[in-house]
């Protein structure tokens, strides 16, 4: 056996679970670990600007690519309490990262010591486990299970805190002996699968509803597999974007009270079933349930035995992982296929491809100040099929999702249920730092952009290049349209004179002088027939320097998008293209 010191144990570990690189802080009570990690020398280092940041980095690096765990590390104290709010997103969303955390030598616990901070309490509403690891010899059975813990089951964040004396402790270690833990998921049986098939063969107008779980389960082929056999529509929900490509014929659009198409609510109107597949049957996609679940059936299919009935109970549940339960609906709807036991689904989707080719809404506006939709409109266009949108909350994510177009999974890297502002830069950079050939574009609002805008700078020095497209309305204008209800517009506007750049007006914060001296570069749109010149420059500076490049687009101060509070009830605030259904050349992108 090996003596080491208990921290480097650790580190072993992270190498044998798959670890390449770490986001992180230094400092004083974590300094054991990354004198650790730089004598190991084979695990790579992403130095953040805010421990927030490092978490949401980890998370995006775990999001972009099937398998992979991202890891956080800070030092004690406010290190852990800046952590919280990425285990919080990536605890709603299922996402497994580590977080990492330095703590006061064992004898000044509880004796107030400098950044001590029982962070585990802290954490455990929003962490699978949150530990303090007392004793040296636990430390790298504390990782192992961490591993086993974020794998099993739903998958989620765990956060594990090491007091300072616990690392530097020398303990019996041989890293040649260690092994993972094997993973647990539970599996639908062939008698559940075969249950629920039939209560969808006896319907008449079925729905699939593809949730995030099949992305974590790496199952969209599957997905798409069973529905193309069975015929049956496809409703993605905003976590499960890109299980079915948004050009296929059996896609029949998002459902929801905002991140919504109108065919997709229309089609969820009209159904009589829905097949729910690793998704959480979220608020913002059902609106009450009154109105989402009356007039049709349900079965739920969810890795988590509590998360069956948690908002409201279906006609069957069935606790199994997503992958694993659509390789047994592919496999007895091939069979009852062969039987000639599925009913023929034409009519149904003949009535669906309908509706998305003619409930569009408008977005070839060509006013000055720009219109947001025309944003997305010129997205589509400029970045093809193969781009991966990174995105997180406001205005521009809920038009983003009524107009872009995403086609893979893993390309729609979106915070579905904590939406936190700030998200998607440091988020995009973890993306990078996952794939470094993926065509990735940011997507953010000039609020969430200011959140966490000194990460620009780890993009700079890392070499971590992207686009990020920067809508810039110089409001708050989630908040602000939301204000309309209570008659006023109250703390949410931006905008001022800065004095240092009068060419922008009242449109305050300039964007382009900060990201530069961030070391990125950025050019900023005024006019809509620009844009194109602009996202072509973005690349060409992008693939030049190898940096982060923002582009800003100034629009109109106030556009009200799209969104209600029922599925049956969104008000359209900007013309609608109801085209006639055969005259598809009218669509518009």
Same mark, same amino acid.
């Given at each position: 056996?090996?003596?080491?010191? *208990? ?110 901070? /029982? @962070? ?5 509403? $929003? *962490? ?40 530097? *402790? ?12 094997? $993973? ?181 506006? /060509? ?73 990735? $574009? *940011?997507?953010?609002? /000039?609020? /969430? ?54 060419? @922008? ?61 029922? @599925? ?22």
């Amino acid at each position: 056996m090996a003596r080491m010191m *208990a921290i480097e144990a650790a580190v072993h570990v992270l190498e044998k679970e798959g670890v390449s690189v770490c986001f992180g802080v230094p400092g004083a009570a974590i300094n054991p670990f990354y004198a650790a990690l730089q004598r190991n020398g084979r695990i790579g280092h992403v130095l953040a600007r805010h421990v927030e940041g490092a978490s949401h980095m980890a998370e995006g690096y775990t999001r972009a690519t099937a398998g992979n765990i991202g890891v956080c590390v800070g030092t004690s104290g406010p290190a852990g309490t800046d952590m919280i709010t990425g285990l919080y997103s990536a605890s709603a969303d299922s996402i497994p990262i580590l977080c990492i955390t330095g703590q006061a030598p064992r004898a000044r616990l509880h004796k107030e010591d400098f950044q001590a901070v /029982d @962070i585990p309490s802290i954490a455990k509403p $929003v *962490a699978k486990w949150a530990v303090t690891v007392l004793e040296p010899g636990q430390v790298p059975y504390a990782f192992q299970q961490a591993f086993h813990l974020m794998r099993s089951g739903r998958p989620g964040p765990v956060l594990i805190d090491l007091p300072i004396d616990v690392q530097m *402790a020398e303990i019996e270690f041989d890293p040649d002996a260690y092994q993972p833990l094997p $993973v647990y998921k539970p599996a639908a049986t062939r008698a559940q699968v075969e249950k629920a098939l039939a209560m969808l063969n006896e319907a008449e107008r079925p729905l699939i509803v593809a949730g995030g779980g099949i992305v974590n389960a790496d199952a969209s082929p599957a997905l798409v597999e069973f529905a193309e056999i069975i015929g049956v529509p496809v409703i993605p929900t905003l976590m499960g974007w890109g299980t079915i490509p948004d050009d296929h014929p059996l896609m029949a659009g998002m459902v929801g009270l905002q991140t919504a198409h109108r065919y997709g609510n229309a089609a969820m109107l009209e159904s009589d079933f829905v097949l729910g597949i690793g998704n959480r049957w979220a608020n913002r996609h059902t609106g009450s349930v009154d109105v989402y679940t009356k007039g049709r059936k349900f079965v739920h299919v969810d890795i988590e035995p509590t998360q069956i009935g948690r908002v409201f109970a279906p006609d069957l549940g069935i606790v199994s992982d997503a992958g694993a339960a659509l390789a047994l609906f592919v496999e007895v709807a091939k069979e009852w296929k062969a039987a000639g036991k599925l009913k023929d689904r034409s009519e149904w989707l003949a009535t669906c491809q309908a509706r998305k080719r003619s409930m569009l809404r408008k977005s070839d506006f /060509d006013t000055v100040p720009i219109k947001p939709q025309r944003v997305y409109q010129e997205m589509n266009q400029a970045f093809g099929q193969d781009v991966c949108y990174v995105s997180t909350i406001g205005l521009s994510q809920i038009a983003g999702a009524q107009f872009l177009h995403v086609y893979k999974p893993r390309h729609w890297i979106n915070c579905g249920q904590a939406g936190p502002l700030g998200w998607t830069l440091p988020a995009a950079l973890g993306v990078r730092v996952a794939d470094p050939k993926r065509k990735i $574009v *940011a997507l953010s609002g /000039d609020y /969430d952009f200011q959140f966490l805008i000194e990460e620009l700078a780890v993009g700079a020095q890392f070499k971590l290049p992207y686009i990020h497209v920067l809508v810039n309305n110089s409001y708050l204008g989630l908040i602000r349209q939301a204000q309309r209800a209570f008659q006023m517009d109250f703390q949410v506007q931006l905008s001022f004179e800065n004095i240092n750049a009068p060419e @922008i007006g009242v449109y305050g914060v300039d964007h382009i002088a900060v990201a530069e001296g961030l070391g990125c570069k950025a050019i900023r749109v005024t006019e809509p027939d620009r844009i194109q010149e602009a996202f072509a420059q973005a690349q060409q500076w992008m693939d030049e320097f190898q940096v982060p490049v923002v582009v800003e687009v100034i629009l109109e101060r106030v556009t009200n998008i799209a969104m209600g509070t029922e @599925i049956n009830n969104i008000t359209e605030f900007e013309e609608v293209l109801d085209v006639p259904a055969n005259e598809p050349e009218l669509v518009r992108v």
